[in-house]
């Protein structure tokens, strides 16, 4: 027969005796499934959305109105005549096709402009990441001057210089300039320290591989969601450059989408000026299509871009 085994009482504490502390509360732990919820976060969150969303929403919904809808019309709500298509065959018929030959130059700048600043960005970017050369840190600190410096300080001394050099109301004013990208070369300098290892171009040096071989089969690879990002600050700086091609162009046959638009606003404050805000607006909406499909199709590549270095292995 088992007897049961009795756990002895607790003494009492002596009289005078040291009482323990209390015991602390337990902060509640973080659940995965249940994320941190923050009131003034999410009115802060919604307050930048509404700040990014209702000019476009405007900009859809006016697109959509003819010139005496706007004025009798709610500006966040369509007009009782629905005239998207026709002013979108107005806009391109306006003034004998004027439209789609700003948009051609547009392509034409940021093809050359933003292409050729992504191509010497990339090249410069890598060459000071992993090559070590004399006046290097020269060269660090000149970069990150010139990006402090802003673009319109330097439109005067560049105004000057082509207007030497005879380059002004060409393209050639807007594409030249356009291929300095500081902050690209210094972007891509910081991605190509970080995504490229030294260990692998070594390792390929030791092959046989020449620097030619070795950058486009190695390093460009790697490189890819960096150029795509750099690619995209360039092709969005260049497109929607107003104040360099202002000053540099007279002749409204090589104006950008910004500055034709512009020149049509301007019309309503000229004496005899026909009004066509329907067709700014809608030209407008037309204009930034383009750098919507681009950010949508390359966002995979311009996240990973921006987040590359920011976590350690």
Do not use: C
Not at 18 to 39: D, F, I, Q, T, Y
Not at 206 to 214: C, F, K, L, Q
Not at 244 to 255: R, V
Not at 288 to 312: D, E, M, N, R, T
């Amino acid at each position: 027969m088992t007897t049961p085994v009795t756990t002895p009482a607790p003494a009492a504490a002596a009289p005078g005796a040291v009482k323990s502390a209390p015991r602390l509360r337990r902060a509640k732990e973080h659940r995965p499934g249940r994320p941190w919820r923050s009131k003034l976060l999410t009115v802060l969150t919604s307050l930048v959305v509404l700040y990014t969303v209702v000019p476009l929403i405007w900009l859809v919904v006016n697109a959509t109105k003819t010139q005496s809808g706007l004025a009798s019309s709610n500006g966040l709500w369509f007009a009782d005549d629905f005239a998207l298509w026709d002013n979108i065959r107005d806009t391109f018929t306006y003034g004998d096709g004027i439209f789609t030959r700003w948009l051609l130059n547009t392509l034409l700048y940021v093809v050359l402009g933003a292409g050729g600043a992504t191509l010497l960005a990339v090249l410069g970017g890598y060459a000071l990441a992993k090559f070590d050369f004399p006046g290097k840190r020269g060269v660090f600190a000149t970069v990150i001057g010139a990006v402090a410096v802003p673009g319109t300080a330097l439109a005067v001394p560049t105004f000057l210089m082509f207007s030497k050099m005879g380059l002004t109301d060409t393209p050639w004013a807007v594409i030249l300039p356009s291929l300095v990208s500081p902050f690209g070369l210094y972007l891509m300098w910081v991605f190509a320290t970080e995504a490229i290892p030294t260990e692998l171009l070594e390792a390929a040096r030791m092959d046989g591989a020449g620097e030619a071989r070795t950058f486009f089969t190695v390093a460009l690879p790697l490189l890819a969601p960096g150029i795509v990002t750099v690619l995209l600050f360039t092709t969005v700086a260049t497109w929607n450059n107003y104040f360099l091609p202002l000053i540099m162009l007279k002749d409204p046959d090589w104006y950008p989408l910004t500055l034709g638009l512009s020149a049509w606003n301007s019309q309503a404050e000229t004496v005899g000026g026909e009004v066509i805000f329907n067709l700014v607006i809608t030209g407008s909406l037309l204009t930034i299509l383009p750098l919507v499909v681009a950010f949508l199709f390359l966002q995979k590549y311009w996240q990973s871009g921006l987040a590359a270095g920011s976590v350690k292995e």
